[in-house]
């Protein structure tokens, strides 16, 4: 289960990736048009890309430890008061995550039954680029869980155990 959870971080963060090429491409695209006097809207397809690059990037992220905490104070903790901190911080992200991770869905569903459509240049169905956002926060949401079962298993999480050795809590 281990390999088949860090497989779809690291999807995730291809899929985030590839979002930031189409970004480039989009912009590269518009430029050359202008030499050539055709009219190229990357403005919202570059919008598009850039909200799924930051959701699909969030578990990947998360997981690899390269998100802001700030461990001023969590240093000085103990090691049962901060597992205590870590679980009470997971469970409240938890909350917040599934919540968004329900309306954002909700969004979908409503964006596919009304037939919402983009007002730029091209007529994209809102629920395209906003399935996106949806997918990309439930794999969060499944990293959130992940490594609050694990930090219950008195484990590290992951964010400690893959964050880079330079920023590293040295605990």
Known sequence: MRNKLNKLYLYSGYLSAFFMVLIALTIIA?????????TIDSTETAGFSLAALT???????????EHIR???FTRLLGKKVRRYQELFS???CIIIIAYLTYWSWDFVYFSFIFD????????????IPRISMSIGV??????LIDDFVTVLKNE????????????????
């Not at 919402?116 to 629920?127: E, T």
């Not at 439930?138 to 990293?143: D, N, S």
């Open 30 to 38: 518009q430029i050359f048009g202008r030499f050539v006097n055709i």
């Open 55 to 65: 959701f699909f990037g969030l578990s990947y992220t998360f997981h690899n430890g």
């Open 70 to 72: 700030v461990t001023l």
């Open 90 to 92: 997971l469970s409240f």
């Open 116 to 127: 919402d459509i983009s007002p730029g240049l091209l007529a994209i169905p809102f629920w």
């Open 138 to 143: 439930t794999i969060f949401l499944v990293a």
């Open 156 to 171: 590290p999480p992951s964010y400690v155990k893959n964050a880079n050795p330079i920023l590293k809590d040295n605990t």
